[in-house]
């Protein structure tokens, strides 16, 4: 099944928790844990998800190059001013469950 989201006016977690829930399949009635599932989502209006609290400022993204000392940082504020569509796929990678599934799933994630 094809699921269509509009996250205008939704909080960063609560979209990310809900679509985590539909990727996992969780909201068929064939529920299988160890099959991906079949249902995909379609996010729309991304650019104007809001949080809440000081997240914005707060919240951080790192990631490591490879090399010694070379450990990056991002703010909220910065991923969601370049690809606002990245903090949201983030925040739903971390909510499915770490397995060989999870690949899997994402694909049937469409952020528009």
């Known amino acids: 099944m094809q699921y269509t989201i509009d ?17 996992q399949g969780k909201k068929s009635a064939y529920y299988e844990p160890r099959l991906a599932g079949a249902d995909s989502v379609m996010v729309t209006n991304v650019k104007d998800i ?3 609290g000081a997240k914005m400022t707060q919240k951080k ?18 991923v969601m001013e370049k690809d606002p569509s990245q903090a949201l796929r983030h925040a739903v990678e971390r909510m499915l469950p ?5 690949s899997k799933r994402m694909l049937r994630l469409v952020i528009k």
């Open 50 to 52: 809001t949080v809440t």
């Open 98 to 102: 770490k397995n060989s599934l999870r």
């Open 7 to 23: 996250a205008k006016n939704k909080t960063l977690g609560r979209l990310a928790s809900e679509i985590a829930e539909i990727l």
């Open 61 to 78: 993204y790192y990631h490591h190059t490879g090399y010694m000392g070379h450990l990056k940082s991002k703010t909220l504020r910065e």
